[in-house]
């Protein structure tokens, strides 16, 4: 068991990095999206397979640190919240929008909760689903953005 690489700990710092990354997103977050639960489910599978591959194949600790880096980054991503926050509009882990980008966001009741559609012209970019009522929603949109790109459908 030799010295890690400088591959090794640039993972090691990557890793560090997105999971800190995830936690101060999460802890922003003022209303989050409902979970797409597919989704997370293949990222949770993915990471379990990974780390059971990496644990019996891993022969140094390069190798099961770089594994590793593959199972930490599936968690987040698994783990990651799509919601609003007070600056931004938070659709995936490399997706981040602020209000001022959108043209207009709309907000149209479905079944128990309300999905939300922002466009940058006549294109949607964004599409989420919340738990909350579009009036709600509305009135903490209105004071993130103009009033008036901010519409209930």
Do not use: C, H
């Amino acid at each position: 068991m030799g010295p890690l690489s400088g591959m090794s700990w640039l993972l090691i710092l990557l890793a560090v990095v997105a999971a800190g990354a995830m936690t101060v997103v999460r802890r922003q977050l003022r209303f989050a999206a409902r979970v797409k639960r597919a989704w997370q489910g293949l990222y949770l599978g993915g990471a379990l397979l990974m780390g059971l591959f990496t644990g019996l194949t891993s022969q140094r600790p390069d190798d099961a640190i770089s594994g590793g880096f593959i199972v930490v980054m599936l968690l987040v991503f698994a783990s990651w919240r799509r919601g609003l926050t007070d600056a931004e509009v938070i659709n995936g882990f490399g997706s981040m929008r602020p209000y001022t980008q959108f043209t207009q966001i709309q907000l149209q009741a479905v079944g128990s909760g309300t999905a939300l559609n922002g466009l940058v012209g006549t294109v949607v970019v964004v599409r989420l689903q919340f738990t909350q009522s579009p009036a709600q929603l509305a009135q903490f949109l209105k004071r993130q953005m103009p009033p008036q790109r901010v519409v209930i459908l």
